[in-house]
């Protein structure tokens, strides 16, 4: 049993810059792959990027690549999200994710934060 609490969100303007956090409980974080994904009212979740268990493999949207690094600290039992050059685009509530795979199918993972918004003004 994995619980995620997602932190960071906020109100920044466009260029800008914010890092999400995700802080799990539970002895077995270490074992997860973790994932970050976003959901804009109306809309579908996305992925948005994900970890391998040791951070050795990373994958990332194509919408977000060169902008957000996904990475973790497994002494911590946190998974972070950092993001540049926000785009009011990138606008949505934000979600990390547990897993056995690094992939982009949010079926995939099992147990789920609650979720940090990210407004990014124009």
């Known amino acids: 049993q994995v619980q995620l609490v997602e932190s960071g969100g906020g109100l920044v303007q466009a260029g800008g810059s914010l890092r999400l956090s995700c802080a799990a409980s539970?002895?077995?974080?270490?074992?997860?792959?973790m994932g970050w994904f976003r959901q804009a009212p109306g809309k579908e979740r996305d992925f948005v990027a994900a970890?391998?268990?040791?951070?050795?493999?990373?994958y990332y949207a194509d919408s977000v690549k060169g902008r957000f690094t996904i990475s973790r600290d497994n002494a911590k039992n946190t998974v972070y999200l950092q993001m540049n050059s926000l785009k009011p685009e990138d606008t949505a509530n934000y979600y990390c994710?547990?897993?056995?795979?690094?992939?982009?199918?949010?079926?995939?993972?099992?147990?789920w934060g609650q979720g940090t918004q990210v407004t990014v003004s124009s």
């Open positions: 994710a547990a897993g056995p795979w690094v992939v982009a199918d949010p079926t995939k993972y099992d147990y």
């Open positions: 539970g002895r077995t974080f270490s074992s997860y792959a």
């Open positions: 970890i391998s268990w040791n951070g050795g493999y990373t």
